[in-house]
């Protein structure tokens, strides 16, 4: 499994873009890089994936670099119900997902 | 639509008794349905993979004979906690995978387990 680092926590403020990043240095040609997000007390949420194209939609968008050694999922606008921990796994299609420590988002009003 | 339910959403019980699971896809069919626990301030930690009328996979570490699980169907996947005891008090999270997009997982809502 390729190893991820990502921010502990990162603040926004709401109605601003957020960024956050995720180095996945020993990701595999294979490896999709899939963000999910888990809200307090609830099950996590698919955000979003990709291969190697940046991706859009309704939820956010991936930005893939060129490397593939990092990406970033950005959240156009943040509104409060974003605020959430923000997992980046590479997985390999059809395989499992291994979750990481994640990002905590605090967005304030 | 993908939607995962689990039942029930929490549950209280004693030391040395069993507890079953629920985990349905509502509105899909789940070729292959997961099981996570996550304690609390930690992350989600997989404990097995299953597939529809097979053995489910278990991560290493974890007992398959405390955590039992079966895959009846395409909709339904049940762990069992047997001879719970109060370090196996946790939250209990599955997700399932269609069969039209093996590569996304959707998750349930979890259950919380207390054991006295």
């Known amino acids: 499994d390729a190893k991820t680092t990502q921010p502990n926590s990162m603040e926004s403020n709401e109605e601003e873009p957020v960024h956050l990043p995720c180095n996945h240095s020993t990701i595999s040609g294979t490896d999709y890089i899939h963000w999910y997000r888990q809200l307090p007390s609830q099950g996590p949420e698919y955000v979003i994936h990709?291969?190697?194209s940046n991706v859009n939609n309704r939820m956010a968008s991936l930005a893939i670099a060129e490397d593939r050694k990092s990406s970033t999922l950005i959240l156009h606008r943040a509104t409060l119900r974003d605020a959430a921990v923000y997992y980046c796994i590479p997985m390999e299609y059809g395989n499992k997902l291994v979750f990481g420590a994640g990002t905590i988002l605090r967005v304030k009003s | 639509g993908a939607v995962v339910s689990q039942h029930p959403s929490w549950v209280i019980c004693k030391s040395g008794t069993s507890v079953k699971i629920e985990c349905r896809s509502l509105?899909?069919?789940?070729?292959?349905m997961f099981w996570y626990r996550q304690f609390p301030k930690q992350s989600l930690m997989l404990m097995a993979t299953s597939n529809e009328g097979s053995k489910a996979t278990y991560e290493q570490g974890v007992e398959k004979d405390k955590f039992l699980i079966n895959h009846a169907s395409l909709t339904l996947s049940t762990l069992t906690v047997t001879s719970a005891h109060p370090e196996d008090s946790s939250f209990y999270i599955c997700?399932?995978?269609?069969?039209?997009?093996?590569?996304?997982?959707?998750f349930g809502p979890g259950t919380r387990l207390t054991v006295l």
């Open positions: 990709g291969l190697t």
């Open positions: 509105d899909f069919q789940a070729t292959t």
């Open positions: 997700s399932a995978s269609s069969v039209t997009s093996t590569d996304t997982q959707y």
